[in-house]
């Protein structure tokens, strides 16, 4: 693996608070970040963008071809305990936060695990850090992660995956990527997605 450092992510024991998460700082490999920075999409709004939407560099498409890899997905099967063999894969980027971002969810019943790498310089902002919730208040969070570069959450998620952020204006880099239910799940999910993301940039 060029860019992920899935020794990292074996090392690092899974969290069952407030519900399954593990958190590893450097997972994206420190002497790669300058490149897929430079290959990151530009995105101007706010919202969720499929990739198949966005304009990329070469290092970036490499990254987005080890994410898609059977080493990675055996790594979460393995943290994670969980069987994802045929289970399709989704992969959204955002690229700027605004005013209707960060609200608490659980995800869509649809998808199985979350992962989310973030790819911004050192965060000093209160605001933008995401919580995971022991419920639907913001302040009854068990974990508050800094969406630092190289750093990857992910979590498993349930009826009870509480998790959001304090507002922040500004951009702010994460790729987020999916194992789902079902192919059926992804061709909606993608449609949901780029509907919110033209909305918010048309607000």
């Not at 074996?10 to 969290?15: C, E, K, N, Q, Y």
């Not at 490149?35 to 966005?54: C, N, V, W």
């Not at 570069?149 to 500004?170: D, N, Q, V, W």
Request: charged share 25%; net charge positive; with cysteine.
């Amino acid at each position: 693996m060029r860019f992920l450092d899935l020794d990292r992510l074996a090392a690092v024991p899974l969290a069952a608070q407030p519900y399954q998460h593990v958190v590893v700082p450097g997972f994206v490999r420190p002497e790669a970040l300058p490149e897929i920075r430079a290959g990151y999409p530009a995105i101007d709004k706010p919202g969720s963008f499929p990739i198949s939407e966005l304009r990329y560099g070469d290092s970036f498409r490499a990254l987005l071809a080890e994410l898609e890899s059977p080493e990675l997905r055996r790594a979460f099967e393995a943290k994670f305990g969980i069987d994802l063999a045929g289970r399709p894969t989704m992969v959204t980027v955002r690229g700027q936060c605004g005013p209707r971002d960060g609200g608490i969810h659980t995800d869509s019943k649809s998808k199985l695990i979350t992962v989310l790498i973030y790819l911004n310089e050192p965060w000093e902002p209160s605001g933008g850090r995401l919580r995971l919730l022991r419920s639907d208040d913001i302040e009854d969070y068990a974990v508050e992660v800094p969406p630092e570069s190289g750093l990857m959450l992910a979590f498993r998620r349930s009826g009870s995956s509480f998790h959001g952020h304090k507002p922040f204006i500004g951009p702010r880099r994460v790729l987020q990527l999916n194992w789902v239910a079902n192919r059926g799940h992804v061709i909606w999910d993608l449609a949901r997605h780029r509907v919110s993301a033209w909305m918010k940039g048309a607000a």
